[in-house]
Nanobody, 121 residues
Framework: QVQLEESGGGLVQAGGSLGLSCAAS????????AAWYRQAPGKQRELVAS???????NYADSVKGRFTISRDNAKNTVHLQMNSLTPEDTAVYYC???????????????WGQGTQVTVSS
């Protein structure tokens, strides 16, 4: 089994910064790709940023230039650095990972429980 645990959420004023971390644990051979999603009240969950094993990254237009996703393969962790936060960034942020549990095994997708990020104006 694989578990993803997010940390680092909280309350911050507009213009401030927060860093989120996602630690993967369990039976992991490799993490092929990882991503951060968010869901604001009354809205659908949306992709914020993603990173694949080759370190190629992708960002939602709304966060480009403000958010940075990174990964530490040795520690099976994924980070999201969020700068210049606005109230529109308020949401529950979820970590997702596509995990391979053995060299020839299939990839399975896992989700964390989410961490609240609240940006006050």
């Amino acid at each position: 089994q694989v578990q993803l645990e997010e940390s680092g959420g909280g309350l911050v004023q507009a213009g401030g910064s927060l860093g989120l971390s996602c630690a993967a644990s369990g039976n992991i051979y490799s993490i092929d790709a990882a991503a951060w999603y968010r869901q604001a009240p009354g809205k659908q969950r949306e992709l914020v940023a993603s990173i694949i094993s080759g370190r190629s990254t992708n960002y939602a237009d709304s966060v480009k230039g403000r958010f940075t996703i990174s990964r530490d393969n040795a520690k099976n962790t994924v980070h999201l650095q969020m700068n210049s936060l606005t109230p529109e960034d308020t949401a529950v942020y979820y970590c997702a990972a596509s995990v391979r549990r053995s060299l020839l095994g299939s990839v399975q997708n896992y989700w964390g429980q989410g961490t609240q990020v609240t940006v006050s104006s």
